[in-house]
């Protein structure tokens, strides 16, 4: 059950109807005993900013971002580390 000390965890990303990464890592944080929810946040025709802003102003512990956003996810973020940056930017 989610509750105020409850961690979230966000997967970004358009589409995210197949994903099974939901169900894997809500059953890992269930067997360690974890309270953190990991859960799916479409991204498709909305604003990158402002989710990003919406996930800075929540109890957010983390977030995945799938491939289709993996680089314009990075103006938004505080840092990008050289060796996070490099395979990303050889893709464009």
Excluded: W
């Amino acid at each position: 059950m989610i509750s105020v000390d409850t961690k979230l965890i966000g997967l970004l990303g358009n589409p995210l109807g197949q994903s099974l990464s939901t169900i894997m890592h809500n059953a890992a944080f269930r067997h360690c005993a974890l309270d953190y929810e990991y859960f799916p946040i479409e991204t498709g025709g909305k604003s990158l900013a402002a989710i990003l802003q919406g996930i800075r102003n929540m109890n957010f512990a983390g977030f995945g971002v799938t491939k289709p956003d993996k680089v314009a996810v990075m103006e938004h973020l505080d840092e990008v580390d050289a060796q996070s940056r490099a395979p990303l930017l050889q893709e464009l």
